[in-house]
């Protein structure tokens, strides 16, 4: 999927300072120790259940957020939590002033809001397909999350086009043309280029900025997929947010953090199985809390 940029933004975006604030240290609280498959089981779930050997999308350039709202208040609080998030998972992170490449907006609206840009042949990223807008509108959740991701080697050159590759509607498909393999060498990435996160106000009320920003923290850095309500003594995890909401953490869990952190301090390339299985260990290590 390709993508030239974000083309939804109303309200407010997020200050300077969101950008470049020093992060406050942020308290993972003590949680039940939990099994190795039980953790597993979560870390698939929270990631979407990927294909277990192909990579996760993850930011290669440097992010840029902005955030829109009607509340200016919750807009920085938000945007500032969400940078504090990416900077404690080595993600890496702009000053003020960038083009935005990660729009988290709240909307009265937003499935309607979303339906008439559908509707309308506007595009909310230049490639995105149809049938990727409408899963996306399909979310269990009052969330809304569109994802733009490239291949590319794992070196970071660009993946070239042939004809031979046979792409779609004519146009030439990726072929990697690399000069070296081997069963342990991950030749192929996947670039996030740009990500939407679009929230139905309704649905916060009640919700700390801490809870809503540790969410859309998870939503806009790294592929999530919608998690069920965790049976009693499962991990927990802040997906639960919206589906349970009296019942979710007070902020990200363990395993959260761990699954960020695990993303991005993979090799480029690694495979979603290998990104798993590292927060999965890290978490039952103790390691996570390692800052």
């Known amino acids: 999927m390709k993508a030239a940029g974000l ?26 120790p939990q ?23 993850r930011f290669e350039q440097p992010l ?6 009607g509340d200016a208040e919750l807009a ?11 900077r404690i998972a080595k993600v890496p992170v702009r000053k003020s002033g960038c083009k935005p490449n990660a729009l988290l907006t709240f909307s009265n609206d937003a499935h309607a809001q979303l339906r008439d840009i559908r509707k309308s042949g506007r595009r909310l990223f230049a490639g995105i397909s149809a049938r990727e807008i409408d899963a996306a509108m399909d979310a269990r959740d009052p969330v809304y999350v569109f994802q733009a991701s490239k291949q590319t080697a794992a070196s970071g050159e660009v993946i070239i086009s042939s004809p031979e590759a046979g792409g779609s509607g004519g ?4 072929t990697n043309q690399i000069w070296s393999a081997g069963r342990l060498k991950r030749e192929i990435r996947e670039d996030m280029l740009a990500v939407l996160v679009v929230v139905d106000n309704g649905a916060t009320a009640g919700l700390s900025p801490v809870q ?36 979710a953490p007070a902020a990200m869990t363990r395993f959260d953090r761990a699954y960020l952190k695990a993303l991005y301090r993979m090799p480029a390339g690694a495979f979603a199985s290998e990104v798993l299985r590292a927060a ?4 039952t290590r103790g390691t996570e809390d390692e800052r």
Do not use: H, W
């Open 76 to 86: 920085r609080d938000v945007a500032t939590r969400i940078i504090d998030n990416a």
């Open 35 to 57: 099994t190795e498959a039980a953790l597993t089981d979560l870390a698939r779930d929270l990631a979407g259940n990927p294909r277990p050997r192909r990579p996760l999308a």
């Open 171 to 174: 146009i030439p498909g990726p």
């Open 64 to 69: 840029c957020l902005m955030v829109a709202a």
């Open 7 to 32: 083309a939804l933004a109303a309200g407010l975006a997020i200050p300077a300072a969101a950008q470049e604030a020093e992060p406050p240290p942020i308290v993972v609280e003590g949680e039940k």
């Open 212 to 247: 809503i920003a540790d969410y859309a923290s998870l939503r806009l850095l790294a592929p999530t997929g919608e998690v069920d309500v965790a049976e009693a003594d499962a991990p927990r995890t802040i997906m639960t947010l919206f589906v349970a909401p009296s019942d």
């Open 280 to 283: 999965v260990v890290d978490v």
